[in-house]
């Protein structure tokens, strides 16, 4: 008994399943229909309306304009930068059409003058200057020894030549700026009135912060300075006048060493 129950347990086990049973079906069978997405709606883009045909016409104008306009603004920005650099160069440095030049010393020709040019005068008023008129008085300045280098206050320098061919003479130092220098106690200028000649009426005066004997400017600081050399009318005896009086007639300026 217990063999036949096995062999059935067996046999249901191992039995395939029976193919289903097909379904009656009655008319033909519709299959759904799949549902089309829905059409989202474009949204609003200029470049689209700007890539029309009606607006080409405009967009290169509108282009046109645009490169014109930038292109002012480059040339003018180039000239304006041009044109301040030239007019402070004049202005602070000069040329030969203003300026007569000869060893360290440079003289504004027009200085005064009722006639002088326009960077002339920006010259005087930017230093605080009020120059007298050219035939009266000379003005001659020095930034830089007979060698070329810059003056400053912290060296030691001998300017020395003969007296110029003028009435009166002053030597003083100012900034590069046009503002005299601290020279605290000691003497602030030379005159001709208070110049000691030495052998063979040449003029020597030392410029120094250290206390000298005979002719001395006292200095102070460690700054760039020039020295201002201002003659007033002609000699007595002599024709020349003051504004004719060249450079080369002026003293010599030497450094002697620095601190």
């Known amino acids: 008994m217990r063999s036949k129950a096995k062999l059935r347990d067996l046999r ?6 029976s193919r289903p049973k097909p379904i009656d079906v ?8 799949p549902m089309a997405p829905r059409r989202q709606r474009a949204p609003f883009r200029w470049s689209r309306l700007l890539d029309s045909l009606p607006m080409r016409p405009g967009r290169r104008l509108v282009g046109r304009l645009l490169g014109r306009v930038v292109s002012l603004a480059v040339y003018g920005t180039l000239a304006m930068l041009i ?11 000069g040329t030969r059409l203003t300026l007569e030049r000869d060893g360290p010393w440079q003289r504004w ?5 009722p006639d002088a040019d326009p960077y002339t005068r920006a010259h005087f008023a930017r230093a605080g200057w009020l120059p007298l008129n050219g035939p009266a008085a000379a003005y001659f300045t020095a930034s830089r020894d007979s060698a070329g280098e810059p003056l400053y206050s912290d ?15 002053t030597l003083v130092a100012y900034d590069m700026s046009g503002m005299l220098l601290d020279v605290g106690a000691g003497p602030a200028a030379i ?8 052998p063979g009426g040449n003029v020597t005066i030392a410029v120094t912060q250290s ?23 002609a000699r007595q005896g002599t024709t020349l006048k003051a504004a004719e009086v060249p450079a080369r007639h002026l003293f010599r300026i030497e450094r002697i060493g620095c601190r």
Do not use: F, H, K
């Open 83 to 93: 044109g301040l650099t030239s007019a402070w160069y004049m202005i602070e440095t």
């Open 191 to 198: 005159t001709s009135e208070t110049a000691l000649p030495g």
């Open 155 to 169: 060296c030691d320098y001998s300017v020395s030549g003969s007296n110029p061919a003028a009435r009166r003479w």
């Open 211 to 233: 206390t000298s004997p005979g002719n001395w400017l006292n200095l102070t600081g460690a700054t760039r300075m020039q020295l201002l050399l201002t003659l007033y009318g």
């Open 26 to 33: 009655v008319g033909p069978v519709r299959m759904p229909e």
């Open 12 to 17: 249901s086990v191992t039995q395939l399943p």
């Open 109 to 113: 020709t027009l200085a005064g003058a």
